[in-house]
Structure formats: structure tokens, C-alpha cells
């Protein structure tokens, strides 16, 4: 099995393929600019850090977007952070276009309403450890109990056009979607490679997942998702 971690100059790809490296000992894990290898990879990790506007140019510039979006149409693809945002339509950050594979936009988490239950100001970027709950079931999942914590570092998040794209939300202060799932894609806006056993666990998922038993509906989820003012809220 092949897995391609796409490398367009933005993030610790480094990581990200030893976390790789470590649950799937014995696969070939490679870190790769070149369209024909992400073409050939039977799974694509598509990871990033960095802002918006750098990111979309440096992966335009390696002659990438045409393999990424049949990548992300055919085979198990697993986005993170910025790999999570560019998959949809545009970004508040640089007024910036996405891939357009999701409907939807990135929003910046708004000034006004970064304040906790006490009035004390939030920083942003969110950065840090916060809790996940999990809106819809789905097999990246597997073996992590609703409410484990990841890792983020990040100022803005996916507000998806589509409620049904939302399979986890955090709240910092408000409830916001970060992770989605259609078909055979997944994204989160957390880092797995940096969340220790609960990311370890979520990546020998994405390792053993076909691609194609996806999103099932938890028993209440009914109450999962719904768009709220100006953020993807999780009840």
C-alpha cells in the first residue's frame, strides 16, 4: 500500500509522515510534489500550515490542483488543517478561492464574540488542546470516545454549506465545525499527527478505511448540525 502525503512547501510534513510511519509499519509513506506519485497513491494525505493565500499559490505552482481534485473524488483522502480549508469554495483570509470541492467558506473566528462565560478576552488563534465531539459516526472514529481532545493551532474554521458535511465540532467559545466527511474524504482542522494516542489512533483508521463505509448517523444526531449567525454550530 502506498500512501502520498502531499508537499506543497507549507507545514511539518515531517510529522506528520512518521505518525504515518508509525501506524502503518512496513507501507510505503512518501512526501511528494510530484503529480504522477499522488496520482499512483492508493491513499492521499493532504496537510498545510501557513496562511491561506501562500498556500493555494505554492500548491497552483507545483501543478497540483488537477491531481488533488481527482484524488479527492476517487480514493481515501484525509485533509488537515489548511488541507481542511482548501477544500472549500473561498476563504475569509485573503478573500481567497479554495479547491471548491466542498460547498462552503472559511470564516475567521469573529472579534465580537471571542469573549468566555466570564467576559474574559480569547486569543486567536485558538491553540491548544480542546475537546471534539463527534456529530455523526463514521469509521475515522473508530476506537475514540466522543469528547477526546486534539490539538489545534488555527484562526479560522469551515462554516460547510451542507450541515450533512459535519462529522465533528469543538467549541472555542461558540461551537464550531471541524471535522467533515463525504464519500471517500475526511478532513479535520485539528492535528492528528501533534494529538498524541487519540491522532495516532484516527490516522491507523484512515490506514485501514476503504473509503467508501462512511458517515452513519449517531443515535440523537439529529441534533448534530445546524447553521447558526455566523458559525457552524453542534448541539
Avoid at 64 to 91: H, N, Y
Avoid at 198 to 218: C, E
Wanted: glycine content about 10%.
Amino acid at each position: 500500500m502506498s500512501i502520498a502525503v502531499v508537499d506543497y512547501g507549507m507545514g511539518n510534513l515531517r510529522s506528520v509522515a512518521k505518525a504515518l510511519e508509525h501506524v502503518a509499519p512496513g507501507q510505503s509513506i512518501v512526501v511528494t510534489d510530484d503529480p504522477r506519485t499522488i496520482e499512483r497513491a492508493q491513499r492521499v494525505v493532504f496537510p498545510g500550515q501557513g496562511a491561506m493565500p501562500d498556500c493555494m499559490r505554492e500548491m497552483q505552482s507545483r501543478g497540483l490542483r488537477e491531481v488533488l481534485l481527482e484524488a479527492a473524488a476517487t480514493k481515501p483522502f484525509l485533509g488537515i488543517c489548511i488541507g481542511l480549508q482548501m477544500l472549500f469554495e473561498r476563504s475569509e483570509e485573503g478573500d481567497t478561492p479554495g479547491l471548491a470541492v466542498l460547498p462552503g467558506t472559511v470564516i475567521r473566528f469573529p472579534e465580537a464574540a471571542m469573549v468566555d462565560g466570564s467576559g474574559a478576552r480569547l486569543k486567536v488563534p485558538h491553540m491548544g488542546w480542546n475537546e471534539v465531539q463527534q456529530c455523526e459516526a463514521h469509521p475515522l472514529w473508530n476506537g475514540i470516545a466522543d469528547g477526546t481532545r486534539f490539538y489545534f493551532v488555527h484562526s479560522y474554521f469551515p462554516q460547510p454549506a451542507q450541515p450533512s458535511l459535519v462529522v465533528g465540532c469543538s467549541h472555542y467559545p461558540f461551537a464550531f465545525c471541524c471535522a467533515v466527511a463525504r464519500g471517500n474524504l475526511f478532513a479535520v482542522q485539528f492535528h492528528p499527527e501533534k494529538s498524541h494516542r487519540a491522532g495516532l489512533q484516527l490516522l491507523a483508521n484512515f490506514v485501514s478505511w476503504d473509503g467508501r463505509s462512511g458517515a452513519g448517523v449517531n443515535p440523537g444526531a439529529d441534533q448534530r448540525a445546524a447553521v447558526s449567525g455566523e458559525a457552524m454550530r453542534c448541539s
